[in-house]
C-alpha cells in the first residue's frame, strides 16, 4: 500500500512558476514508477509527466518543454516543476504511483492521491 500526499498547487498569474511536491509512504517508493496527471472540470483525467525507478521520463506533448519531473528515492517524493504556466495548465494534478513501467495511462497506476489545484488566470 502507498499512501501519496501532493502539495504545492496555488493561484498563479500566466507565464509563472510552480513547484508541485508529492510525498509517499511506502518504504519501497524507490521501486515504483511515479507519475503526474491533471484533470480540469468536465475533463477526463489525463496523463502529465512519469519518471521510472531508474529515472527515465515521460511528458504530455502539451507540456513538453516547460515541465520538468524529478524523483528524490531518499525523500521519497517526487516534483513537478511547471513553467511557463498558461490558463490551459489550470486543472486538479494527482500524484500516482504503479509498478508498470513506462505506462502513461490511469490504469497503469494503482495508487492516486487527493490532488492540489493549480489555477493559472490573469
Known amino acids: 500500500q502507498v499512501q501519496l500526499v501532493e502539495s504545492g498547487g496555488g493561484l498563479v498569474q500566466p507565464e509563472n512558476s510552480l513547484r508541485l511536491s508529492c510525498a509517499a509512504s511506502s518504504a519501497t517508493f524507490s521501486g515504483y514508477n511515479m507519475g503526474w496527471f491533471r484533470q480540469a472540470p468536465g475533463k477526463e483525467r489525463e496523463f502529465v509527466a512519469s519518471?521510472?525507478?531508474?529515472?527515465?521520463?515521460r511528458y504530455a506533448d502539451s507540456v513538453k518543454g516547460r515541465f520538468t519531473i524529478s524523483r528524490d528515492n531518499v525523500k521519497n517524493t517526487i516534483y513537478l516543476r511547471m513553467n511557463s504556466l498558461k490558463p490551459e495548465d489550470t486543472a486538479a494534478y494527482f500524484c500516482a504511483a504503479g509498478r508498470i513501467v513506462g505506462s502513461t495511462s490511469t490504469s497503469g497506476f494503482a495508487y492516486w492521491g487527493q490532488g492540489t489545484q493549480v489555477t493559472v488566470t490573469s
Open positions: 519518471v521510472s525507478w531508474a529515472g527515465t521520463t
